[in-house]
């Protein structure tokens, strides 16, 4: 008899939700380490959260709840298991083992779900399996990116698909391709061996940031900020840094990600419209988040081998984190930063930057060289933030009818209406 506990929510569709949220990467972990098949296992997750949301508002949530969607799955792989054995022995002996103490114990199909025993020692190395999984090199960004977002961070096609603006139908074709690809590739559930994992490492790091960063700012939308989406990926960070503990460009991420959302409640004012640093009330920054990532990066040093490159982001947002004002901002520091940054990450991106941080401290002639120098770069060609940049830059040195062509250029090419919105203020003002 399942034991139930009486929750607020009289459907019980909400406690679902949360259990999954938080448990669903253990659940998908547990299950391709019981199955050997990571794409068999984060089907047969799905199965178990769909007999939940039928199950748990008729009968209640059970006592064990990730228990329960852990147990459910495991039946329904001994079904399969058992479907193909017919056929193929390998699958005859994985039902045996699944259904009769093999490498799940303690547990047949006729159990409480509520019996069933999660391994201590193995939830860790379940979850960290997962996650380099998802971000394995052999799928496309889009395809770690939704498929990361999926099994490890617990969110639905639609979901991926509402914070990323594109079709549901794209998600799920992404998701389906992934697995498919890993399948074909034999890309095994482990966690990789320490001479291939810090080249997947990167991987993993640059699936994190891509979320974090188009939740940080929104490539596209009315919205400048998807916290939500932002805050999976601070999550999932903070997952990966716990797991692995001696990396310090793990570290470096976390830091970088929390002092940059520290800033998130004063870029934005009441009606949403962005709010430039220089008119950003710091007294709303989140002191809180800034003293984890200073952790963090204060982490991240200690290791002693050096800041990589999501380090040296940190230690520029440190910069910004710690200064009274933006005239009070050692914005020599920040240039050096750049400049080491741009020789470990060469990028274009990285060179715009450097040229702001340059026009606080040689001027904007000296910075618009920098600037002239970029004019040519795939990578910024359809870019906004290049004609943005100069229009500034063109502003402070008294050139408004360059500056105007510049920043109406940058608006042709935004596609956050938000950000448009405050190109055309900037174009405005200059009349």
């Excluded at 779900?113 to 193995?122: A, K, T, Y």
Aim: charged share 25%.
């Amino acid at each position: 008899m399942t034991t139930v506990i009486t929750v607020a929510d009289p459907t019980g569709r909400d406690a679902v939700a949360a259990v999954w949220r938080i448990e669903s990467a253990r659940i998908v972990g547990a299950l391709a380490r019981y199955t050997g098949d990571f794409a068999l296992a984060e089907d047969l997750a799905q199965e178990a959260l769909a007999e939940a949301l039928v199950s748990w508002p008729r009968d209640g949530v059970p006592r064990e709840p990730a228990g329960w969607l852990l147990t459910v799955g495991r039946r329904r792989a001994i079904d399969a298991f058992r479907r193909r054995s017919a056929r193929d022995e390998r699958y005859a002996a994985l039902a045996h083992q699944l259904g009769e103490g093999g490498a799940v114990t303690g547990a047949g199909p006729a159990d409480d779900p509520d019996d069933v025993l999660w391994d201590p020692d193995r939830i860790d190395d379940d979850v960290l399996a997962l996650i380099f999984t998802s971000c394995h090199p052999v799928l496309s960004r889009e395809a770690r990116v939704a498929l990361t977002l999926r099994v490890v961070g617990g969110l639905t096609s639609d979901e991926i698909a509402r914070a990323f603006l594109v079709p549901t139908a794209t998600v799920q074709a992404r998701i389906t391709r992934a697995k498919k690809t890993l399948g074909a590739a034999r890309v095994p559930f482990a966690v990789p061996p320490a001479e291939e994992r810090a080249e997947r490492l990167g991987s993993v790091l640059n699936v994190i940031y891509l979320v974090f960063t188009e939740g940080s700012t929104a490539s596209s939308g009315d919205d400048l900020l998807r916290l939500d989406l932002a805050a999976e990926a601070q999550r999932l960070a903070r997952v990966l840094a716990r797991l692995v503990d001696d990396e310090p460009d793990v570290h470096g991420l976390v830091a970088l990600l929390e002092l940059t959302a520290a800033r998130f409640p004063a870029r934005t004012g009441p009606d949403g419209a962005p709010v430039l640093l220089e008119h950003q009330d710091r007294r709303r920054w989140d002191v809180t988040a800034i003293r984890r990532g200073r952790a963090a990066l204060a982490r991240a040093e200690g290791l002693g081998r050096g800041l990589g490159a999501y380090g040296l982001q940190a230690a520029i947002a440190e910069c910004h984190a710690v200064a009274p004002s933006v005239r009070e901002t050692d914005w020599e520091r920040i240039v050096l930063l750049y400049e080491a940054l741009g020789r470990l990450a060469p990028s274009p991106v990285v060179d715009l930057n450097r040229a702001v941080a340059v026009s606080m401290t040689r001027g904007p002639a000296a910075a618009i060289a920098i600037v002239d120098e970029l004019e040519g770069s795939p990578t910024l060609a359809s870019s906004h933030l290049l004609p943005s940049v100069r229009g500034e830059l063109l502003t402070r040195l008294g050139r408004p009818d360059e500056a105007r062509r510049a920043l109406e250029l940058a608006v042709e090419r935004c596609g956050n209406e938000r950000e448009r919105d405050l190109l055309r203020r900037k174009i405005a003002d200059l009349a």
